[in-house]
């Protein structure tokens, strides 16, 4: 009886996935393991970020909600809105119409970003020339074969 209700605690804590903003205006909490985390390197997510690439982090809509405020939402293309916070500017998610199933937050945005294993490098035609990564992840050109995307249809996502 005790050891079950631990193993529930211990289970619980660990697919509590918790994050926000930089200023805590802006709270979420996940809980289911993340469907996938892949590194972004299109010109959008460098633009929106202001970083090198941007790292998503894909969560079931279903096990996601805002625990406190919510982002402002940029409809940055015909397929894909990004979510940021109006208070101190972080950028938080990325809303894509053929995924919405999931939420996509920033990796950064996550109170323990060490604890997700990134997939895949995707659009790194746009990569930046001087920016060495020194994994053994699979690289995509433009999208990965993981997901489905209208990015094929030549729109950067
Ligand atoms: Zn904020
Ligand atoms: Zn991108």
Redesign the pocket.
Known sequence: MLVSSLNRRVEERALDWTG???????RYRATAEPIRAVHCHCGMCRRESGAAFLTHVHFPIAAFAWTQGEPTRYQSSAEAGRGF?R????TLTMHETVLDDRVQVTLGSLDRPEGVRPQDHVWTESQLPWLKIDDDLPRFQRISSAVPSRALDGEDT
């Open positions: 926000g903003c930089l200023c805590g205006a802006v916070c208070r101190c500017g972080s």
